[in-house]
C-alpha cells in the first residue's frame, strides 16, 4: 500500500517531468504554445516516469549481470541537477543506433587524467560526461565505455536505470552510488515497480 504521502511526492516529481518534457518539445518545435499546456496534461495524467528495456552483456557485471529487464526512469533533460555521478545510465552509443548501460563517471567540470603518462588530461567540457563499466576485467575495446569512444554529450542519456529483475526471484534496486539519485527514485518505485510485469516482458 502507497501511503498518501508517497503519491504526493510522486505527484510533484511527476508535474515536474511534465514540465521539462513539454517544454523540450516546445523549444525545438514539436508542439506550439497552444498545444504545450495539452502535452503537459495529457503527460501528467496518462504518461510513466519510467519503461523497462531488456539487456545483455557482461559489461555493468556484477552491478547487472548478463541479460534481465531493467527498470529505467525518463529524463528528459539530462542536467548535472537531474542525473548524478555514480548512477547507472541508460546512453545513446556513440558509434551506432543502439543504447548501452553504463555508469555515469564524470560530468562538465572535471578533469579527467589517464593512467597513460603519454596521455595529456583535459577537462569535460559543459554538457559532455564520461562513462563508464562496471566490469573492471574487459579491456577498454571490451567494455566500450568512454574510454574507447571518449566523452558523450549529457543528451544523450535517456534515463537513469533504478530496478533490475534477473527471473522472479532474484531481482532488486540498482545500486546507484549518488544518494540524490536514490531520493530522487524512491517515491518512483514505490508507485510504478511492479514486478509481475517486469517478469512478463522479460518472456514475451
Known amino acids: ?38 502535452a503537459i496534461v495529457k503527460n501528467f495524467m496518462q504518461g510513466r516516469l519510467t519503461f523497462t528495456y531488456w539487456t545483455k552483456g557482461e ?20 542536467t548535472p541537477t537531474q542525473v548524478f555521478v555514480g548512477d547507472v545510465v541508460l546512453v545513446k552509443d556513440p558509434e551506432n543506433s543502439n543504447v548501452i548501460v553504463r555508469r555515469l563517471a564524470a560530468t562538465e567540470g572535471y ?37 574507447l569512444f571518449g566523452p558523450v554529450p549529457m543528451t544523450d542519456i535517456i534515463g537513469r536505470v533504478i530496478y533490475a529483475l534477473r527471473s522472479a526471484v532474484d531481482h532488486g534496486p ?18 510504478e515497480l511492479d514486478v509481475n510485469q517486469m517478469a512478463k516482458n522479460s518472456k514475451s
Not at 502507497?2 to 523540450?24: E, F, M, N, P, Q
Not at 571490451?142 to 574510454?147: L, N, V
Not at 540498482?174 to 508507485?191: G, T
Request: a negative charge; aromatic letters at 6%.
Open 1 to 38: 500500500m502507497v501511503s498518501l504521502s508517497t503519491w504526493v511526492r510522486y505527484a510533484a516529481i511527476k508535474l515536474d517531468y511534465s514540465l521539462s518534457l513539454g517544454l523540450k518539445k516546445y523549444n525545438v518545435g514539436q508542439i506550439n504554445a497552444r498545444e504545450l499546456s495539452d
Open 111 to 147: 578533469e579527467m587524467v589517464s593512467s597513460d603518462e603519454k596521455e595529456e588530461p583535459f577537462v569535460l567540457d559543459k554538457d559532455q560526461c564520461w562513462v563508464l563499466s562496471d566490469n573492471t576485467s574487459l579491456k577498454p575495446k571490451e567494455a566500450r565505455d568512454s574510454r
Open 59 to 78: 559489461e555493468m557485471s556484477p552491478t547487472i549481470s548478463d541479460g534481465g529487464t531493467l527498470l529505467v526512469r525518463k529524463l528528459p533533460a539530462p
Open 174 to 191: 540498482v545500486e546507484n552510488s549518488s544518494h540524490s539519485a536514490i531520493n530522487h527514485d524512491r517515491d518512483v518505485l514505490a508507485v
